[in-house]
């Protein structure tokens, strides 16, 4: 069982910075890997960035390539999305999510456990 909190959400201008958090609780989150996706009202879910157990293989969405970074720290318990150069288009909620497997993947139905979701919003 893992529990995931994700905060550092909030309201930033088009060009600017955030850093997502996502603090994870349970036993197995080492051998996790993680990821965080976003959503929009009326949209589904899409992906937006995978890490494996290690840290070692990282996935990104084209539309955020270049511009984000996943990272995770297993002692800490955490893992982080720092988005640079935001758009007005990355406006969304975004949830953390955590997988029961170690390998990164992009596929939204391989994640088991989920965060509650913190609000991005990035104004033009």
């Known amino acids: 069982q893992v529990r995931l909190v994700e905060s550092g959400g909030g309201l930033v201008q088009a060009g600017g910075s955030l850093r997502l958090s996502c603090a994870a609780s349970?036993?197995?989150?080492?051998?996790?890997?993680m990821g965080w996706f976003r959503q929009t009202p009326g949209k589904e879910r899409e992906f937006v960035a995978a890490?494996?157990?290690?840290?070692?293989?990282?996935y990104y969405a084209d539309s955020v390539k270049g511009r984000f970074t996943i990272s995770r720290d297993n002692i800490k318990n955490m893992v982080y999305l720092q988005m640079n150069s935001l758009k007005p288009e990355d406006t969304a909620v975004y949830y953390c999510?955590?997988?029961?497997?170690?390998?990164?993947?992009?596929?939204?139905?391989?994640?088991?456990?989920w965060g509650q979701g913190t609000q991005v919003t990035v104004s033009s």
């Open positions: 349970g036993r197995t989150f080492s051998l996790s890997a």
């Open positions: 999510a955590a997988d029961s497997t170690p390998g990164a993947t992009r596929v939204l139905d391989d994640y088991d456990y």
């Open positions: 890490i494996g157990w290690s840290g070692g293989r990282t």
